[in-house]
């Protein structure tokens, strides 16, 4: 049987908060470390990982840091192709603006 988890946007952003520190851990760095390998003040950091709110060019460039930035780069890739359907509809040019 196949359970589907229902998640918000702010347990995925509590989550990749906690994996965050979790790699930062792993490395042995402190947050103010961190903080001078990526640019994102000390603040902002603390704020992340006890919330997880932040914002998107932060989140970046700490992944950068922490080497994994292209993890991140890949996340809005179109999906494998799984039928002829799916790839009839991706060969479809897309709109050029939003119709609902």
């Given at each position: 049987m196949i359970?589907?988890?229902?998640?918000?946007?702010?347990?995925?952003?509590?989550r990749l908060s906690i994996k965050a520190k979790q790699l930062r851990l792993e490395k042995k760095w402190t947050r103010k470390t961190l903080s001078e390998r990526s640019g994102v003040p000390?603040?902002?950091?603390?704020?992340?990982?006890?919330?997880?709110?932040?914002?998107?060019?932060?989140?970046?460039?700490?992944m950068c840091a922490l080497g994994r930035l292209d993890e991140v780069e890949t996340l809005l890739n179109p999906l494998k192709i799984?039928?002829?359907?799916?790839?009839?509809?991706?060969?479809?040019?897309?709109?050029?603006r939003g119709t609902i």
């Open positions: 359970i589907f988890e229902i998640k918000t946007p702010v347990e995925v952003a509590n000390e603040a902002s950091l603390r704020r992340f990982e006890d919330t997880g709110k932040i914002s998107l060019e932060s989140f970046l460039k700490l799984k039928s002829i359907d799916q790839l009839e509809e991706q060969t479809k040019p897309l709109p050029k």
